[in-house]
């Protein structure tokens, strides 16, 4: 079983940034990680995702080169490092895993994931 847990959300203004952790409670290996987002009336979006064998980004066009995904070396904690917070990134902020390396084919494609958290409320006004 995996338990991940969300924190580091919050109030910010444009052009702010935010650092989100996502703590893992597992003995299983997990293959990918990933952040996803869901802002009021939209669908959910991928907008990170890091495979851990060999430490690959994936990252969604609309936070490319403003967020950073990362893992601590342990491999137990997620981090995604927001810049430059536009309004637009308003959303509640979930964390995903996934121990089956095999089932993920499309990294920030959510249905793949096997495992999420509960989320953390980003809020960024302009």
């Known amino acids: 079983q995996v338990q991940l847990v969300e924190s580091g959300g919050g109030s910010v203004e444009a052009g702010g940034s935010l650092r989100l952790s996502c703590a893992a409670s597992?003995?299983?290996?997990?293959?990918?990680m990933a952040w996803f987002r869901q802002a009021p009336g939209k669908e959910r979006e991928g907008i990170a995702a890091f495979r851990a064998v060999n430490r690959q980004e994936y990252y969604a066009d609309s936070v490319k080169g403003r967020f950073t995904i990362s893992q601590d070396n342990a491999k137990d904690t997620l981090y995604l490092q927001m810049n430059t917070l536009k309004p637009d990134d308003t959303a509640m902020y979930y964390c995903?895993?996934?121990?089956?390396?095999?089932?993920?084919?499309?990294?920030?494609?959510?249905?793949?994931?096997?495992?999420w958290g509960q989320g953390t409320q980003v809020t960024v006004s302009s």
């Open positions: 995903a895993a996934d121990s089956v390396g095999s089932a993920i084919s499309q990294p920030l494609a959510g249905a793949e994931y096997e495992y």
């Open positions: 597992t003995s299983s290996y997990l293959y990918f």
